[in-house]
């Protein structure tokens, strides 16, 4: 069974903080995402990358950057932490790429003061 | 520019009664399109996929059908129940970028 965490479920940071937000997957997949999900705005995608060391931009990669040092870990980073990016975060992970099945993580919900 | 459209944002049926949630897609060479269903609180798990070498999958009380000609896609519930209540989210995969758009979701809430 696939097993998807996030380090945290809830976070309250200040504006100007730097933000790490973890991800593990522990089933050897070679891909993971990082998505960010507001209301009426759906599932957006924010990193993703393919393979260690790697990484793509997403739709919206702005004010964000990721770190994937270990093929099971994926870090989304906030640099400079804003209120506009306070959001529920979902970090999801497949074997085979974007059109296989992808299985998230329970998100973390980031509040930005 | 790329995007995936969903329609209705919101539905209400009475238990027993189908439900039809629509997805229009602007890439012509998209060729996987996913649902997920996120319950309230919960992550979003996929229910059902089609690619575009298919026009309809089913899987008991779940459907759906891809019109490649018109680029829309359905999700078709039928006899519902409760615990169908969730927001529902269709999905595209874009061939230029590689990337899986989303819409942006439609609540369903079933009444019994």
């Known amino acids: 069974d696939v097993k998807v965490t996030q380090s945290s479920r809830y976070l309250v940071k200040r504006t100007g903080e730097k933000v790490f937000l973890e991800c593990v997957q522990d089933?050897?997949?070679?891909?993971m995402f990082w998505y960010r999900q507001d209301p009426g705005l759906g599932l957006r995608l924010i990193y993703f990358?393919?393979?260690?060391?790697?990484?793509e931009k997403g739709d919206i990669p702005e004010g964000y950057s990721v770190s994937r040092e270990k093929k099971e870990r994926f870090s989304l980073i906030l640099e400079s932490a804003s209120t506009n990016q306070t959001s529920m975060y979902l970090c999801a992970s497949s074997w085979g790429g974007i059109r296989y099945e992808q299985y998230f993580g329970p998100g973390t919900r980031l509040t930005v003061t | 520019g790329e995007n995936v459209e969903q329609h209705p944002s919101t539905l209400s049926v009475q238990e027993g009664d189908s439900a039809v949630i629509k997805c229009t897609y602007s890439?012509?060479?998209?060729?996987?399109f996913p649902w997920y269903k996120q319950e309230l609180g919960k992550r979003p798990q996929l229910i059902i996929d089609?690619?575009?070498?298919?026009g309809e999958k089913k899987d008991q009380r779940i459907a759906v059908t891809l019109n490649k000609t018109a680029k829309h896609f359905s999700l078709h519930i039928t006899e519902t129940q409760p615990e169908d209540s969730a927001v529902y989210f269709c999905a595209a995969s874009m061939s230029n970028t590689d990337k899986l758009i989303f819409g942006t979701g439609t609540r369903l809430q079933v009444f019994p």
């Open positions: 990358s393919y393979d260690v060391k790697m990484k």
């Open positions: 089609i690619r575009s070498n298919v």
């Open positions: 089933m050897d997949h070679e891909n």
């Open positions: 890439d012509s060479a998209s060729n996987y």
